[in-house]
């Protein structure tokens, strides 16, 4: 059916069949320069769902900036029906000094749904939750694994969910966590907003890992497919096998202060005993063995060459579960 409503964000007018870009502009820099937000829209004239990419909602997670930066580039954001909005850098402030944070200290993903007039991270937020939000049917919020922890490509969705389930099942990352939704987290939010949102987590901070950026390309077209979105010309890449669903995980933990040698068993799946890692100190004294503690999938390595004792350095699977 032919749309004709035309949608507002930030006081813009997107018409069906327009593309446009608006800037989100809610804070200049401390130097008075101006700080804009690229919101970039895209509309086709056949009504349909509204699809949300977005990423660096922490500024210093590069790779999701490069999977939505992809889907830009390569044009799988022109959609064959209803609207695909792309954010590339949601938190300009943190990308622009290669930070986590927001420039008040604040992390911006425990800070929604915002408020008006809050700290800069709040109003941030609250302008994200009333301005973008209410237009969005289904979301894909790209992350990497903050500092030096590298995360194999993962889906983490709330429990109990049938229809998160459905789309996780689509989107076949390697691997689909259940995870409860965090007080103040853009995914909260949007759940009370009844946003079915994806939440995607691959590699580390500062690094752009092609496999990572590969599987999120991916799985955006094939929910982009679901949603009879995605125009013909883009090619699907079928995985060969299903995600991974895992519903209790625990982190290994440094016994020992160190120098770490990972042993490159991230994404596998290990046997109890399987050797992960050794920590040696500097001085050639000591060689320490880090072991899996039980069987199950590595989905996340801290691949800091430096440890100390307690760090957590390997995220194990102890339960899988049934995705269906």
Known sequence: ?????????????????????????????????????????????????????????????????????????????????GTIICIPVINMFGFLNKSRKFPDGRDLNRVFPGRKKGSLASRFAYHMNTEIMPLVDYAVDFHSGGASRFNAPQIRIAPDSPELVTLANVFNAPFTLFSKNVAGSFRNSSEALNVKMLLFEGGKSLNINTAVSDSGVHGAKRILRYLDMLGPEHAIEEPESNTIYIEKSSWIRAQCSGLLHDNGCIGRYVQKGTLLAIITDPFGEFERTVNAPNEGYIINANLSPIVYQGDAIYHISKKIADGK
Do not use: C, Y
Request: glycine content about 8%; proline content about 6%; cysteine-free.
């Open 1 to 81: 059916m032919k749309n004709t409503k035309p949608i507002f964000i930030l006081g813009e007018s997107i018409l069906p069949g327009e593309s446009k870009t608006v800037d989100m502009e809610i804070a200049k820099l401390h130097n008075t320069a101006e700080l804009k937000i690229p919101i970039i829209i895209h509309r086709s004239k056949i009504e349909g769902p509204t699809v949300l990419f977005s990423a660096g909602i922490h500024g210093d997670e590069i790779n999701g900036v490069e999977i939505v930066r992809q889907l830009i580039s390569k044009k799988i954001n022109k959609p064959t029906r």
